[in-house]
């Protein structure tokens, strides 16, 4: 017993463990929502409960605690880790730009005809971080030290991107009052952070109120967990220890990957295949989504790294392969979460959200495999 116990304990401590937790997670949502249970399923998700449905708790309740956890993530990168200085921040920037960019392009050639589908341009856009470390944590040794920092830097400079692409054009109707009492509580949270507070209980509670009035602007509640994050301090007197920000990031961190996470893939990916035909790989929604991620990813990143190590703006990750950076560049196509999150906020049109799920689940699907192979047996970089 011990030795399943250790084993068990083994695996959720593997690198790869929280980006196979979320596809089995969403695995099952996909198997239950086409069993004789679906009903069920899509009834519990549509219930609901203090005035919310389960789906709207899980797409806006736990998601601003992903929404938190990616916030200080990209904080600390910025501030003291891959991203601290402009030198760092312009390969991984420029790429991730580059792989907004031409997956937006992509989803657009297909979908520009068609007002309500075009609200999805930014859906193959995003990279799913854990999914794609998960993959590169599965090849160990085979892939340079260099290469998982940049794809880390390029997912949290992506994820930071995705968070103003939602502010910006995936916001309803503005209510000010909301907005502006929204406003005075952050406005509170820092000034907490330069007065020197360091309890975690006054954050936590001003938080909470952030996220309903967030929730209650028009704006969507899972940003109020980003601007609390950027509200937490890092930088906090030697006596007092362990800076809150790490605090609040290790203390989140398994519960992000093995909870929020796995129920937000088991919530979403669930889509009834009854009534589908092979002509759903052929909707413009579904190709633009996938070939997105496919193309398009690697497309924007491999070509403006390319660009720019032979325009001497930038180096090679060192000991990397331009093959290998081409694997890496695949991987970035492996949109899932935040690919699928997107969506629910482009859509208002359930055969358009199922659509989108089939496009994001294609593209991921093959820009993983790919990727995998690449590097697999990909040749190291000469010395």
């Given at each position: ?11 959720f ?15 099952l ?8 249970l ?31 956890f ?62 794609a ?32 692409i ?52 028009g ?5 109020a ?9 890092l ?12 605090k ?14 796995p129920?937000?893939?088991?919530a ?8 589908f ?90 820009a ?16």
């Open positions: 017993m011990n030795v399943v116990i250790q084993k068990f304990g083994a695996f401590r593997a690198e790869p463990a929280a980006g196979i937790v979320l596809m089995i997670a969403a695995l949502g996909i198997i239950v929502a086409n069993s004789p679906s009903g069920k399923y899509f009834d519990i998700l549509g219930s609901y409960v203090a005035g919310m449905s389960i789906s709207h708790w899980v797409n806006d309740g736990l998601m601003a605690v992903f929404f938190l990616v916030g200080l993530e990209v904080k600390r990168e910025l501030l003291q880790g891959e991203l601290d200085t402009n030198a760092k921040r312009l390969l991984p920037g420029l790429a991730a730009f580059a792989g907004l960019v031409v997956p937006a392009l992509i989803y657009l050639l297909f979908n520009s005809g068609d007002a309500e589908a075009s609200k999805g341009w930014a859906i193959p856009a995003a990279t799913d971080i854990a999914f470390l998960g993959v590169l944590a599965l090849l160990g040794s085979r892939v340079p030290l260099s290469l998982k920092i940049f794809l880390t830097a390029l997912a949290i400079m992506d994820d930071l991107a995705a968070i103003v939602i502010a910006l054009f995936y916001t309803a109707n503005l209510a000010p009052i909301y907005l502006l009492l929204a406003a005075v509580v952050l406005a509170a949270l820092f000034m907490m952070n330069k007065r020197g507070v360091l309890k975690s209980w006054p954050y936590l509670l001003a938080g909470l109120l952030l996220w309903f009035l967030v929730l209650k602007s704006i969507h509640a899972t940003l967990g980003v601007l609390l994050a950027f509200a937490i301090p930088r906090t007197p030697e006596a007092a220890g362990e800076p809150l920000l790490l609040w990031e290790h203390a989140l961190a398994n519960w992000v990957a093995f909870l929020v996470v129920i937000f893939g088991f979403n990916a669930g889509v009834s295949f009854a009534g035909s092979m002509d759903v790989f052929t909707q413009p929604v579904v190709l633009g989504i996938a070939l997105g991620l496919f193309l398009g990813k690697q497309i924007g990143i491999f070509g403006l790294v390319w660009g720019a190590v032979k325009l001497g703006w930038a180096s090679l990750p060192e000991g990397a392969g331009w093959l290998q950076v081409y694997g890496t560049a695949l991987l970035c196509g492996i949109g899932f979460t935040m690919s699928l999150f997107i969506s629910l906020l482009a859509f208002t049109s359930p055969e358009l959200q199922d659509y989108s799920k089939v496009g994001v689940f294609l593209g991921s699907a093959l993983g495999i790919l990727g995998y192979l690449v590097l697999r047996f990909a040749p190291a970089a000469k010395a």
